[in-house]
Every structure is written in structure tokens, then in C-alpha cells.
């Protein structure tokens, strides 16, 4: 029986949330280089500039039918909120992704092998006000979540602007009233149940 969340069939427009790890739980960032690598090669695929390879050729866009909305890094996995309007648009995006970044990293650390556990796993976020929840759930992974570079949080904090994010699909609170949120650590917890029993990994 295939695990949950990893069967391929997406809808669209549908809000995905999307999730994968280390193989064995290996670090898949070890430096401050590989977290600006890997956001890099998102926003090649992301920016409505386009973005270029060492021969020329253009990356492949996906602007127009995908939108990231929150995302986390962290040293031996990642978190996206990922809204698609075309069912194939998220499986070819994180294909990019997961094949350049694999590729750089091998290289960089002289290993072989896959990186990732396996396919990335999604979860389909099925009404509106549980989208506001998994962008807590992402932004409150890192212990240190307030200075933790590596996250969206400050682009929802509007201390930085992103501009292949759009975070503003689904935020509609001010910056202050998105902290306190982040810090009801009581209505956290009643929510946090349901939002593991979605990752496959829980």
C-alpha cells in the first residue's frame, strides 16, 4: 500500500502542502550556501524575470501556473505552500527543484546517491482558514523561528520583500496581528493534531 500523500494526482487550483526530507534523515543543508542554492533555484522557476543557464537556454517558468505562498528550510528537510492552477504544475516544478539541487549537492560534498527520501510527499489544504495554520505550522518549525533566515516569515512580517512569493493569495492580517497569532501557543496546539495527522510522516 503506497504511503499517504505520495500517489501523484493533484487537482488544480488546489493549495498543496508540500513536504520532503534527508535520506535517513541526513542533513540536506549543511552551510548558508545550500539554503541560498536551493532558494535560488525555486526563484529561476518562480520570478517572472527569466533566469538563464551557462549555455544560454532558459529555465523553465512556472509563474503563471504556480504560486509558492510559505516555505521553510531546515537542515535535514523543507516545507512548501505551494497553490497550483494546472494539475501537472507542482510535479514538474518539484522535479526541477529535487533534480538541480540533488545535482549540486552531490557535486559540492563529492557523494552520489539520492539526497531525498524518496518522492516528495503533498498534502491538499481543503478549506480556506486551515491555509493561515500551515503557514504557522511551516514558519514555527526553527526553535529560533523570529531570526531564522531560512523561512518566509519575514516576508509575512514584511521585513523583506520576496518578490516570487505570494504570500499575500492567502494573508490578510497585519504584520503585528500575524506574530500574536504565531504566538497563541494554546490555539497552536489545538490545531497542531491535525495539521501532523496530514503529514504522512507523523
Known amino acids: 500500500m ?5 500517489i501523484k494526482l493533484y487537482d488544480a487550483p488546489a493549495f498543496y502542502h508540500v513536504y520532503n526530507r534527508g535520506i535517513d ?11 541560498a542554492v536551493f532558494l535560488n533555484i525555486m526563484k529561476r522557476h518562480l520570478d517572472v524575470t527569466p533566469s538563464f543557464d551557462s549555455f544560454g537556454r532558459e529555465y523553465d517558468r512556472f509563474e503563471d501556473i504556480l504560486e509558492l505562498t510559505a516555505f521553510c528550510l531546515m ?3 523543507f516545507h512548501l505552500l505551494i497553490f497550483q492552477d494546472d494539475p501537472e504544475a507542482m510535479t514538474k516544478f518539484m522535479r526541477k527543484i529535487a533534480t538541480a539541487y540533488s545535482v549540486y549537492f552531490n557535486n559540492k560534498y563529492k557523494r552520489s546517491g539520492r539526497l531525498f527520501q ?6 491538499r489544504i481543503t478549506t480556506d482558514s486551515y491555509l493561515i495554520h500551515i503557514t504557522r505550522y511551516i514558519h514555527l518549525n526553527p526553535k529560533d523561528y523570529l531570526v531564522w533566515q531560512w523561512s518566509s516569515l519575514d516576508a509575512f512580517l514584511r521585513k523583506r520583500s ?4 505570494h504570500y499575500n493569495r ?7 496581528n500575524y506574530l500574536s497569532f504565531l504566538q497563541d501557543h494554546e490555539d497552536y496546539k489545538s490545531n497542531l493534531k491535525l495539521i501532523r ?3 504522512a510522516d507523523s
Open 197 to 199: 495527522y496530514e503529514l
Open 170 to 176: 492567502i494573508l490578510t492580517m497585519s504584520p503585528g
Open 25 to 35: 534523515k541526513r542533513k540536506i543543508f549543511i552551510d548558508d550556501q545550500d539554503y
Open 75 to 77: 537542515p535535514n528537510h
Open 162 to 165: 520576496i518578490s516570487w512569493l
Open 118 to 123: 524518496g518522492p516528495y510527499r503533498a498534502s
Open 2 to 6: 503506497p504511503a499517504r500523500n505520495t
